[in-house]
């Protein structure tokens, strides 16, 4: 069971008050990624690729996709760890003690997602600025002046040989608003997909997580074991595949992040590298958000991690070597021996109190 809440130390608390900070910072650095003008690649004005039809209003928009995921999962997450019992043996454990266990899981719930989401976002909007590329309904932002191609034409063969490409810049187009110079260029990755696969999948993670839904696990130990036999103690007995329901309840996030993407391929807004890339991105930072606040799956009977040691709540310094691999340190004068415990994770209450 996670460590005991009775008495949290100010240093630790504000260690993860600047924790939240850093990913309020991140986030904002996304928006402000987001506000810069990226690059403009040069392009074709035959290119069928980016040739698409300009679809006045998205299928999923921008404040769909924060409301489903992001919002709704920390709705979720709250509820979930606030409803979800406690089972334990122990007399002692108080009903204080019970609900500082569901703040800390709602805390470290939040921040898991938090962080994925910030990540996902600020790393999208950068990538976008940096790559420039154009988007599949480019040219029908963009309404090109087609008696200037020879002013704007940077690359190619065109004017020399017959059928061959010429590449033009941006200045061609008689649009010169921001859903040309803006979004127009800002193909990859999908950040519809990269978000909504950050926070639906960091959601499912989660989800199977507190409700035990996985593959059955055995540790490496037992696989020498004979399965067939029937006692009580048989490996065949120590786990099982969850109800059916509960996988779909875990698969449902990942439809609706599945979903999203596919609108904006047929909503003509990204190519299909670009969802894919932004798809896979996202499941990315979504499994950093989760491991690095939650113990694994089959393995953590659904908590989060504990909390830092309160004596390196902001800094951990290298240790002696010695010390590193759980030896006692030498005393290189020939004096005694001593020892001392300093590991991150300490048992019990140890951590935050």
């Known amino acids: ?10 240093r630790l608390v504000l260690s993860y008050i600047l924790d939240w900070v850093f990913i309020v910072i991140v986030a904002v650095i ?34 769909v996709l924060v409301v489903v995921a992001l919002i709704a999962p920390a709705v979720i997450i709250v509820i979930a760890a606030i409803l979800i019992p406690i089972c334990t043996n122990d007399q002692n454990v108080s009903r204080s003690s019970l609900w500082k266990y569901k703040l800390w899981e709602w805390n470290a719930g939040w921040m898991g997602l938090a962080a994925a989401c910030a990540w996902a976002w600020m790393a999208t909007e950068g990538l ?26 940077v690359s190619g063969l065109g004017e020399k040989l017959e059928g061959a490409t010429t590449l033009v810049t941006w200045e061609i187009c008689r649009n010169k608003s921001s859903v040309l110079t803006n979004d127009g260029f800002s193909s990859f990755p999908s950040g519809h ?10 959601l499912t993670l989660w989800l199977c997580s507190k409700f035990s839904i996985g593959f059955p696990y055995l540790g490496h130990s037992l696989f020498n074991q004979n399965p067939i036999r029937q006692t009580d103690g048989s ?29 904006r391929w047929f909503d003509y807004r990204h190519h299909g590298f670009d969802i894919l890339f932004g798809s896979i991105m996202g499941t990315i930072f979504a499994w950093i958000g989760f491991r690095m606040y939650h113990l694994p799956i089959t393995r953590g009977e659904g908590w989060s991690w504990a909390a830092r040691n309160r004596r390196h ?16 340190p030498i005393d290189m004068h020939g004096t005694q021996k001593t020892a001392r415990q300093d590991a991150d994770v300490e048992r019990a209450a140890d951590n935050l109190v």
């Open 1 to 10: 069971m996670p460590p005991a809440l009775n008495r949290i130390p100010l």
């Open 235 to 263: 490996i065949r007995k120590r786990g099982a595949a969850p109800p059916v329901y509960m996988l779909v309840i875990a698969f449902v996030p990942i439809a609706v992040a599945s979903f999203i993407a596919a609108s």
């Open 30 to 63: 996304g928006f402000g990624f987001s506000k810069v003008e990226p690059n403009h690649r040069p392009f074709s004005l035959t290119d069928p690729s980016i040739s698409f039809p300009y679809r006045e209003h998205d299928t999923v928009s921008t404040a």
């Open 313 to 328: 709540a902001f800094f951990k310094s290298p240790r002696f070597p010695s010390e590193a691999d759980g030896h006692p």
């Open 128 to 153: 976008k600025d940096l790559y420039g590329k154009p988007r599949p309904d480019m040219l029908a932002r963009c309404n090109p002046d087609l008696s200037k191609i020879a002013t704007y034409a």
């Open 193 to 202: 997909a990269s978000f909504s696969f950050a926070g639906l999948t960091y």
